[in-house]
């Protein structure tokens, strides 16, 4: 038999007394702790105590980095679908669509969003707000399109000089690039 409930790090979860320490487990002062978020099974029959990791959703916060596709650009903006959060494996959880407004592209005056950011780039950008939507920039050196496609034959862009070149169709393309272009793995 089986008893199951979801704990926190650091919650206590049995006493030695009673239950084996087991994964995701700690013991201190006799008492087993939780060393995960997660879900605890006791394991009634066995008398093990584990606990199974949950990996929770990540919840947007203002200064986070992202990584997001741009799918779409308006003349005030791009609009973009957020993927991860940068370091975090887990999904973003709630509302994953965001935008980048014209002055919130590049410390640059920008003329045109178009000609900065193009559907199906990859820009790493900054939370600025997430409610009550979620508002991003790539202003700064470390922030901007990382992966952008040949607009022509959808070859991945290469860093050359102050563009972006495909070698395919010998022809440059401007973006506003991260200082790490073409480095980021997915
Ligand atoms: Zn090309």
């Known amino acids: ?5 979801a704990v926190l790090p650091g919650e206590e979860v049995a006493v030695v007394e009673e239950f084996i320490p087991g994964e ?3 013991e201190e002062n006799g008492k087993i702790l939780s060393a995960l978020f997660g879900e605890l099974e006791l394991d009634l029959d066995e008398k093990i105590a584990s606990v199974v990791a949950k ?8 200064g986070d980095a992202v990584f997001a596709e741009v799918t779409d650009v308006r003349n005030s903006m791009a609009i973009c679908e957020i993927i991860a959060v940068e370091g975090e494996e887990r999904n973003v959880t709630g509302d994953t669509s965001a935008t980048i407004h014209i002055s919130k592209v590049s410390s640059a005056y920008t003329q045109e969003v178009g000609r900065e950011l193009r559907p199906s780039d990859v820009v790493r950008a900054k939370v600025l707000q997430v409610k009550p939507s979620v508002q991003l920039s790539t202003v700064g ?4 399109v990382v992966l952008a496609l040949c607009k ?13 070149y495909c070698a395919t169709c010998d022809r ?12 980021v793995k997915f």
């Open 1 to 5: 038999m089986k008893e199951k409930r």
């Open 24 to 26: 995701g487990t700690y």
């Open 55 to 62: 990996n929770p959703p990540v919840t947007l916060k203002i």
């Open 141 to 144: 050196p470390h922030l901007g």
């Open 152 to 164: 022509r034959c959808r070859a991945p862009l290469k860093k050359k000089n102050k563009a972006l």
């Open 172 to 183: 440059t393309e401007n973006r506003k690039t991260s200082d790490d272009y073409g480095e």
